[in-house]
């Protein structure tokens, strides 16, 4: 008798669970809502200035990348050793 209680629990246990199509759904929506966050679209292919983020189900998600100035540095003029110039 206890097994058959065991059992019935069980078998109600994992019918009442979501199913496995809508566990890959709300995956794939997660996904989707992620690639939005990050100011990305789901596309078929990225182009050359886009870098993938994550796939949202098949297709790539597809992320501008940013345009960053190049950095000028004035190491040789902030070197401890350098002085004025002497004539």
Same mark, same amino acid.
């Given at each position: ?7 019935? %629990?069980?078998?109600? %246990?994992? #019918? !009442?669970? =979501? #199913? *496995? #199509?809508?566990? +890959? &759904? &709300?995956? /794939? ?11 990305? *679209?789901?596309? %078929? +292919? ?5 870098? /993938? ?6 297709? =790539?998600? !597809? ?5 960053? +100035? =190049? *950095? ?10 350098? %002085?004025?110039?002497?004539?």
């Amino acid at each position: 008798m206890k097994i058959i209680c065991i059992f019935l %629990t069980f078998l109600i %246990t994992v #019918s !009442c669970g =979501p #199913s *496995v #199509s809508e566990k +890959k &759904r &709300r995956e /794939i929506a997660e996904r989707k809502r992620e690639c939005y966050l990050v100011r990305g *679209v789901c596309k %078929t +292919k990225c182009n050359t200035w886009e870098y /993938i983020h994550n796939y949202c189900n098949v297709e =790539p998600c !597809c992320v501008l990348r940013d345009y960053q +100035k =190049p *950095v000028m540095t004035t190491a040789a003029y902030t070197d401890k050793n350098f %002085t004025d110039f002497t004539i």
